[in-house]
């Protein structure tokens, strides 16, 4: 599959609040958080994520075009995967994991919320190799599915091109 444009959300004041309500967390086992949103039309993505390191590792070394978790959640229609599920399909993609587990990301889940034109992506991870990520999603449901929707309310204003809307036609009722 290939991928459009990858966008790092890189405005200060977003950052800024993200990076608040990432250490005001209380979730268990989880170091990483990202959110993003795509395009599902175009193919195009943009997130912010929790740890700067690896932003500038991955927008550096243009990550995003071979990354097996992003190429999963625009191919799947599930709404929630772990690292674990995921093909590599390719010497690239095992790289992009490989950098992944360097920066401290061994693990994780990702959640998605769908519509026809564009999807929100909460992406959690870990440094745990042999977190039981189901379990981890049974118990913290409740608290995974309050994150996941404080944080698109964060990123909706400054990710309207993604967020693709079909015009409706009203119905001609002129005879």
Same mark, same amino acid.
């Given at each position: 599959?290939?991928?459009?444009?990858?966008?790092?959300?890189?405005?200060?004041d977003l950052i800024a609040n993200f990076d608040l309500y990432f250490k005001g967390l209380e979730l268990p086992f989880m170091d990483y958080l990202a959110i993003g949103v795509q395009d599902t039309i175009h193919k195009t993505s943009a997130s912010l994520m929790s740890?700067?390191?690896?932003?500038?590792?991955?927008?550096?070394? +243009?990550? %995003?075009?071979?990354?097996?978790? *992003?190429?999963?959640?625009?191919?799947?229609?599930? =709404?929630?995967?772990? @690292?674990?599920?995921?093909?590599?399909? +390719?010497? %690239?993609?095992?790289?992009?994991? *490989?950098?992944?587990?360097?920066?401290?990301?061994? =693990?994780?889940?990702? @959640?998605?919320?769908?519509?026809?034109?564009?999807?929100?992506?909460?992406?959690?991870?870990?440094?745990?190799?042999?977190?039981?990520?189901?379990?981890?999603?049974?118990?913290?449901?409740?608290?995974?599915?309050?994150?996941?929707?404080?944080?698109?309310?964060?990123?909706?204003?400054?990710?309207?091109?993604?967020?693709?809307?079909?015009?409706?036609?009203?119905?001609?009722?002129?005879?």
């Amino acid at each position: 599959m290939k991928l459009g444009k990858y966008t790092s959300l890189d405005r200060q004041d977003l950052i800024a609040n993200f990076d608040l309500y990432f250490k005001g967390l209380e979730l268990p086992f989880m170091d990483y958080l990202a959110i993003g949103v795509q395009d599902t039309i175009h193919k195009t993505s943009a997130s912010l994520m929790s740890s700067q390191d690896w932003r500038k590792i991955f927008r550096e070394l +243009n990550l %995003a075009d071979e990354d097996p978790v *992003r190429k999963a959640s625009f191919s799947t229609r599930v =709404n929630h995967f772990s @690292f674990d599920e995921v093909d590599y399909q +390719n010497n %690239a993609g095992r790289e992009v994991m *490989r950098q992944r587990k360097l920066n401290g990301i061994e =693990n994780g889940l990702v @959640f998605m919320k769908r519509s026809l034109t564009h999807n929100f992506m909460l992406t959690m991870g870990t440094g745990f190799k042999n977190i039981n990520t189901y379990r981890y999603l049974i118990d913290y449901h409740s608290n995974i599915q309050k994150v996941f929707n404080d944080l698109i309310e964060l990123v909706v204003p400054a990710t309207k091109q993604y967020q693709i809307t079909i015009p409706s036609h009203p119905i001609d009722d002129a005879k």
